[in-house]
Structures are given as C-alpha cells and as structure tokens.
C-alpha cells in the first residue's frame, strides 16, 4: 500500500467526528448561551463558570479524561465515542460564545420594539434576533469548523483511526522508506480540505459586512 492510500483510509474518519462533534456542538451551544444571557444571575455564573473551564481546559486532556475516566458500568466509552463527545462538549462551549456574541451585536431597541408591538418572548427570540444573531455569527461558526477540523487529530491519540493515526501506522510500519511522508501527506490533505471552508467564510464575512 502506497503512503497516499494509507492516509485516506483514514479520512471518512476525520470527516465523520468532525462532522458529529460539530453537530453537538451546535445543538449544545444553544442552551449554554441562553444560560448565559439569563437575567438569573446563579444560573449565568454557573453556565459561566461551565464555559470557561471547558474552554480552559486544553482538547487533549478533556479527551483522555473522558476516554480513561468514564465508565458505565463494566463497559468503557470506545475511543470514537469519547473523542465525538469530548470534542461535541469543546464546540457546545465556544458555539455557546460565538451565539452569545452574535446576540450581543443587536441593540436592544429591537427588544423593545417587540414587545411594543406586544409580540412574546419567544416570537421576538426566534423571529426576530435569532435569525439576526446567526447571520452575524455565521462566520465565526465556519472559521470554527476549520479549527476543529484540524483540532479532531488529536482524537488520533486515544485510538480513533483518522488521517494521523493512519499517516503514523504507516510511518511505524514503514521506518526505512516512509519517513515524514505520510504526515506531509496528512498536511496536504488537511489544506486541500480546509482552503474551500475558509473561501467560504471570508466570502460569507464580506458578503454580510456589505449587508449591514
């Protein structure tokens, strides 16, 4: 097997707890900003304090946390399942800050006028600024897809079979001849993925600057 096969191998892999990672992420990070933005100050402090240790805390070791800390019973979380949840854990703590942001960016006039036109709560949330607050943080949300694209290769130290455990088995398998090649692919691959996410959120960026 050449070292470019040996690489992809492990790309659905990468693709895949990118992929489930983010979705928690962007489900998980909805209660956490509302958290946040709540007027009852035990619950704000609390979801506060919730965000900045997850974000405190680098990836790694909330993952080997989760992979040789929890533990159900006699059964252990498999490798893929701790690194889809560590890392959908990270993403609903930054998403959380990239939607708190995007709501802070709206003047509360609009609040205001809401619910002088005796709209609810909930009409003026998700009518209103939601769809306000997402297009603002749009960006923010791709830029962070890129970083935790790149960032899912550490799920390849607790044993998920991705693009850098598979460019590291070759590397192991093949000391005299592979040498550093299979990462320099690894890194291509990664480029060649990434280039097209951050096209699209410039373009996105600019696009919604011109908007406003």
Known sequence: MDPLTAVLLGLPMTLLVTAL???????????????????????????????????????IVWLFLIYFGVQIGSIRL????AAVIGLGIISSAYLAEIYR?????????????????????????GRI??????????????????SLLKDSSIASTIGVADMVFAANMFARQ????AGILPFFIAAGI????SIPIAIVARRLDTRLRKAQ
């Open 78 to 81: 498999d490798s893929l399942t």
């Open 101 to 125: 942001g995007g709501f802070a960016t709206l003047s509360r006039g609009q609040s205001e006028a809401a619910a002088a036109l005796g709209l609810g709560t909930r009409t003026t949330f």
């Open 174 to 177: 093949n000391p005299a001849t």
């Open 21 to 59: 990672s983010f979705a928690i992420g962007v489900v998980g990070g909805i209660p956490m900003m509302l958290g946040l933005r709540s007027r009852w100050s035990p619950l704000r402090l609390t979801i506060r304090f919730m965000v900045d240790l997850i974000r405190g805390i680098p990836p």
């Open 129 to 146: 600024l939601a769809p306000q607050a997402l297009r603002t943080a749009l960006p923010s949300i791709t830029t962070f897809l890129l």
């Open 190 to 193: 990664y480029l060649v993925i």
